[in-house]
């Protein structure tokens, strides 16, 4: 079965930091683009950033530029996404998705609390 | 950045009525655009992509349509489980951002 499993989400103070993991199984990960997206309480998808299959390109929205740092470990299957320097705005559900362009599998999302 | 526009913002229908849905973008993405469905408290699922091809198990009442500007949902006789809302995604290049648009949330009339 073809399964993005994120974890690693919690509360942290204003300032902090976090990282996200999505751990990938039942495809070849390796040869897939992949995705942070998320989601505030109550609002629609914002994209945040993306890694390409060999990590070797990455982009981050204007939002989170210079405080998240997307990577991946193809070894591992597992797609990674460190933040910093935590604001109450980037409280949201993050999802992990596969895809070169469309998102055809989705993660569960974890939930990241930012607040003192 | 492409923008994505969605209207409207809320579709009352009754169950068994046809849900058009619109999305525009503010360049052509050719037919680079996809659509997801997604209830409350769950991850999004595509739909549609390519403009008009539904994903792997998607109903055949959802059909997507239009290229470039332009772009349509047409649920043709909506169930109940169909009520969610509905986001549309341009991925016309990389790099991205390949952005959504705000969504529209299909209720219940």
């Known amino acids: 079965e073809v399964q993005l499993v994120e974890s690693g989400g919690g509360l942290v103070q204003p300032g902090g930091s976090l990282r996200l993991s999505c751990a990938a199984s039942?495809?070849?990960?390796?040869?897939?683009?992949m995705h942070w997206v998320r989601q505030a309480p109550g609002k629609g998808l914002e994209y945040v950033s993306a890694?390409?299959?060999?990590?070797?390109?990455?982009y981050y929205a204007n939002s989170v530029k210079g405080r998240f740092t997307i990577s991946r470990d193809n070894s591992k299957n597992t797609l990674y996404l460190q933040m910093g320097s935590l604001r109450a705005e980037d409280m949201a559900v993050y999802y992990c998705?596969?895809?070169?362009?469309?998102?055809?599998?989705w993660g569960q999302g974890t939930t990241v609390t930012v607040s003192s | 950045e492409i923008v994505m526009t969605q209207s409207p913002a809320t579709l009352s229908v009754s169950p068994g009525e046809r849900a058009t849905l619109s999305c525009r973008a503010s360049?052509?993405?050719?037919?680079?655009l996809a659509w997801y469905q997604q209830k409350p408290g769950q991850a999004p699922r595509l739909l549609i992509y390519?403009?008009?091809t539904r994903a792997t198990g998607i109903p055949a009442r959802f059909s997507g349509s239009g290229s470039g500007t332009e772009f349509t949902l047409t649920i043709s006789s909506l169930q109940s489980e169909d009520f969610a809302v509905y986001y549309c995604?341009?991925?016309?290049?990389?790099?991205?951002?390949?952005?959504f648009g705000q969504g529209t949330k299909v209720e219940i009339k």
């Open positions: 039942g495809f070849t990960f390796s040869s897939y683009a």
């Open positions: 390519g403009a008009s």
């Open positions: 998705a596969r895809g070169e362009g469309v998102m055809d599998v």
């Open positions: 360049q052509s993405v050719s037919s680079n």
């Open positions: 890694i390409s299959s060999n990590g070797g390109s990455t």
């Open positions: 995604q341009q991925y016309n290049n990389w790099p991205p951002p390949w952005t």
